[in-house]
């Protein structure tokens, strides 16, 4: 499958963002898909992930403040990020496992498939 991530751009503290995760080559739906980030000088995390048919996961910082969702019939997840800080400026990852139903996971290696990035960025 093919990952296509898009709105990134820079916002002010407390400001919002939504990013979209475009799916292409085959269905999301039935994988389990996350967004993970990478700040620069540090290392790849997870921030967020879902499994159909409810079931979500969130870093304990972004929790309360970004949400995954998913839109089946447009092969599209998306991550709404509000009261965005400081610490959160990033590129933000998409990624997808390859096995069906399989659980959501915070480690990057169990994730087959990944987007681009989109670059966050969030002043002060």
């Known amino acids: 499958v093919q990952l296509q991530a898009s709105g990134g751009g820079s916002v002010q503290a407390g400001g919002s963002l939504r990013l979209s995760c475009a799916a292409s080559g085959r269905t999301f739906s039935g994988f389990p898909t996350a967004w993970f980030r990478q700040a620069p000088g540090k290392k790849r995390e997870f921030v967020a992930g879902i499994r159909e048919p409810t079931y979500t996961l969130y870093a304990d910082s972004v929790k309360g403040r970004f949400t995954i969702s998913r839109d089946n019939a447009k092969n599209t997840v998306f991550l709404q990020m509000n009261s965005l800080e400081p610490e959160d400026t990033a590129v933000y990852y998409c990624?997808?496992?390859?096995?069906?139903?399989?659980?959501?996971?915070?480690?990057?290696?169990?994730?087959?498939?990944w987007g681009q990035g989109t670059l966050v960025t969030v002043s002060s």
């Open positions: 990624a997808a496992r390859r096995i069906t139903n399989a659980i959501v996971r915070r480690d990057a290696n169990a994730y087959g498939d």
